[in-house]
C-alpha cells in the first residue's frame, strides 16, 4: 500500500509539473501535438539546419511534433502561431515511426520498425534516390531499468541513425539524434565525431531538467554522400 501511495503521489507531481509547463502550454496554443517540438526549432535556430526546399527525414515521428515544425519551416511564407498546417509545401518530409502517427498534410509517413531491413527498403522507396538533406532521429528504445541494457539500446538505435545518413546524406547534410548521458553517451560522442565534420552537443531549454537526453548533432559528412557541398549551418 506505501508503494501505490508514493506512485500516486508521484504520478500526481508528473501532471501538476506537465500542465504548467511552459512548453506545454505554448504548443498547445501553437498547436504543437508535443513539447518536443521546441526542442528541434531551438537545435535549428542555433545552427540554420532547416530550409525550404530540402529532404528531411524524421525519425521516431509519432506523435507528429517534429513533422509538424519541419512542415511549418516548408511553408512558402511565415504563416505565424498555427499556420502551416495545410496548404502548399516547399520541401519534402518522410517520416517513420513504429507506433501509429495522425496524418499531417504533405508528410509521407511509413509505420514500421526501423531496424527491420524490409522497414528500412520502404523508407528507400520513399526516399527514390534523392539525396536527403537532413536526418531527424527523436528515436528512443523501451526502457527497462537495466543499465547495461539500456546503454545498448540506446547506442544501437542511434548507430542505426548514423549508418542511414552515412549513405544517404549529401556530404553538407546533417543528422540531429536524441541520446542519453550513460554508458552509451561517450562512444555515441566518438561515432559522431569519426562521421562529421562538425559536431555538437545540445540540451534544449524545452528538455526537462531532470531528463538525461540530449541531441547530438553531426554536420558535414568526413567521407561518402552522395552530393558534395558546404556543410548546413557550418560558418564559411
Known amino acids: 500500500m506505501k508503494t501505490q501511495t508514493k506512485s500516486k503521489k508521484v504520478n500526481k507531481a508528473w501532471l501538476h509539473d506537465h500542465v504548467n509547463d511552459t512548453y506545454v502550454k505554448l504548443a498547445h496554443k501553437e498547436g504543437y501535438r508535443a513539447r518536443a517540438a521546441y526542442k528541434l526549432k531551438e537545435i535549428d535556430e542555433q545552427l540554420g539546419l532547416i530550409k525550404p526546399g530540402q529532404l528531411v527525414v524524421d525519425l521516431g515521428a509519432t506523435p507528429g511534433a517534429w513533422s509538424q515544425y519541419l512542415r511549418r519551416r516548408f511553408a512558402p511564407r511565415d504563416a505565424g502561431t498555427g499556420g502551416a498546417a495545410a496548404g502548399q509545401l516547399n520541401g519534402t518530409i518522410i ?12 508528410v509521407t509517413f511509413i509505420q514500421g520498425d526501423f531496424r527491420e531491413e524490409a522497414v528500412l527498403a520502404q523508407l528507400d522507396e520513399a526516399v527514390a534516390g534523392r539525396p536527403v538533406d537532413v536526418v531527424v532521429s527523436d528515436m528512443a528504445p523501451n526502457l527497462s531499468g537495466i543499465g547495461s541494457a539500456d546503454a545498448a539500446r540506446i547506442e544501437n538505435l542511434v548507430e542505426l541513425a ?75
Open 95 to 106: 517520416a517513420l515511426d513504429l507506433l501509429p502517427f495522425e496524418a499531417i498534410e504533405g
Open 162 to 236: 548514423v549508418d542511414f545518413a552515412q549513405h544517404r546524406l549529401t556530404p553538407g547534410g546533417a543528422l540531429v539524434a536524441k541520446v542519453f548521458h550513460g554508458a552509451s553517451y561517450d562512444p555515441l560522442v566518438a561515432l559522431f565525431r569519426k562521421t562529421f565534420r562538425v559536431v555538437k552537443a545540445i540540451k534544449p531549454k524545452a528538455s526537462r531538467d531532470k531528463s538525461a537526453e540530449t541531441f547530438l548533432v553531426g554536420i558535414g559528412l568526413k567521407t561518402g554522400g552522395k552530393l558534395a557541398g558546404k556543410p548546413v549551418g557550418a560558418s564559411e
